[in-house]
């Protein structure tokens, strides 16, 4: 189900693969969800049933956690400056820091966030690209191999990224494969990386993980983050910023 939230659709065989079981078991489980109502099965797979809220609200689906995460967003928005270039990635985070960048201009952002880009677009004096790929209604956004090839030949100053978890070990987690090369392409075309992620997002471990936590210059988040979990990502050569 995290998986769904987080892509809003998904497909049967996809869902066996990353799971390693079989497509009628997979077809059982979401014959049980179909059940309770929170999902429509389609042919060869399913969608949450609030599916169309998302885009024609423009609403987010993770909403938990706003208070730390309007503190992170403002301390973030302290290191952009009018003329910048710079990747947004999508979400709640980025969202709260998309709206304090509203006094900003002549960005070049590119953002895999639909919101974000209506949202800056709004600015004459910015320009934005949005990049392709599938669309993933409860972020707002796109994501996938088509969405990652646009930063093959890019290269920018700042990326301000969001995750589902971070782990020491793990390094970025998400619920879902489909994540990981656009997260990587768009690692790979910054010079400096800031991931805002509040404490809750610490040690939480997905199924699917990208190991390149030596990549993050800067961390931002709230401060219920213990003091050795700083000194550890420290270690790792992460400077932390607790907003």
Do not use: W
Request: with cysteine; hydrophobic share 40%.
């Amino acid at each position: 189900m995290e998986l769904l939230r987080e892509n809003g659709s998904c497909r049967v065989q996809e869902l066996s693969e990353l799971f390693n079981v079989s497509e009628p078991t997979i077809r059982g489980d979401l014959e049980a969800l179909e059940k309770s109502r929170a999902v429509t099965r389609q042919h060869g797979g399913a969608y949450i049933n609030d599916f169309a809220s998302f885009t024609d609200s423009l609403k987010l689906e993770h909403t938990e956690h706003m208070e730390e995460k309007r503190r992170i967003a403002i301390k973030a928005a302290e290191y952009i400056n009018s003329g910048d270039n710079i990747i947004l990635d999508s979400g709640s985070t980025l969202t709260e820091l998309a709206k304090r960048l509203t006094g900003r201009k002549n960005l070049n952002i590119i953002t895999t966030a639909l919101n974000i880009t209506l949202m800056l677009g709004a600015e004459p004096t910015n320009h934005i690209i949005l990049t392709g790929g599938e669309l993933k209604p409860p972020t707002l956004s796109v994501t996938g191999e088509k969405a990652a090839l646009i930063f093959k030949d890019l290269y920018v100053e700042k990326l301000f990224l969001a995750t589902g978890g971070f782990s020491l070990t793990a390094g970025l987690t998400y619920p879902g494969i489909s994540d990981l090369p656009l997260k990587e392409a768009m690692i790979n075309s910054a010079h400096t990386i800031y991931l805002l992620a509040d404490s809750s997002k610490l040690e939480k471990i997905y199924f699917a993980s990208l190991k390149i936590q030596k990549k993050i210059n800067y961390l931002f988040t709230d401060d219920k983050i213990e003091a050795s979990y700083i000194k550890s990502l420290n270690d790792l050569g992460i400077e932390v910023i607790v907003c």
